[in-house]
């Protein structure tokens, strides 16, 4: 997998604490991204899927995983299978995407590695970054179109289900 970076412990990508793992090649080169330098596919560096899986074995105050980029869904496949590593050592895989939950929901009739990374996706950030809705009072994300929605929920109830973060 190409990817731009992966951060070890981050308390900003979802929540508790996570590591968070940066995709290389973004098709939706939104206006103030946060990552711009992601968005060329060739860019960034090889990594093997063992050497991620290092990144957030070793932890054990680690509560998940962050699947971000770039897109997560320009390599799904190389990502499904992490998502497989982390839920099996009983981490949780929040995934962003600049695209829209439906959108990945069409393809994803069409494509088996969007359908598996959606399928190993416990919580999906959805939607373009959109500068003009930026905030910086949202939790874990960018802008106020861009949905945190609970797929374990919306895949039970066959209705998005928006994460609700715990009261404490």
């Known amino acids: 997998m190409r990817l731009y970076g992966v951060v070890t412990d981050s308390i900003v990508d979802g929540p ?5 793992i940066f995709t290389q090649g973004c098709m939706h080169h939104c206006e ?21 899986e290092v990144k957030f074995t070793n932890n054990p105050l680690l509560d998940g995983i962050t699947l971000s980029g770039g897109d997560p869904f320009m390599q799904p496949a190389g990502c499904a299978e992490l998502a497989r ?3 099996a050592k ?3 895989v929040w995934t962003f995407s600049g695209y829209t939950y439906e959108h990945l929901l069409e393809m ?4 088996a590695d969007f359908a598996d990374l959606l399928n190993e996706t416990d919580v999906l950030v959805d939607g373009p970054f959109v500068l003009a809705l ?19 929920k919306t895949r039970e109830t066959g209705t998005i ?3 609700q973060p715990p009261q404490w």
């Open 16 to 20: 508790g604490f996570r590591t968070a």
């Open 32 to 52: 103030g991204c946060h990552n711009p330098d992601s968005h060329d596919p060739s860019g960034g560096k090889e990594w093997t899927l063992d050497d991620i």
């Open 85 to 87: 590593r982390a839920h």
């Open 90 to 92: 009983g981490l949780n």
């Open 108 to 111: 994803a009739k069409t494509n």
């Open 134 to 152: 930026r905030s910086l009072d949202l939790l874990f994300a960018g802008s106020k179109n861009q949905r945190l929605i609970d797929l374990q």
């Open 161 to 163: 289900t928006l994460y």
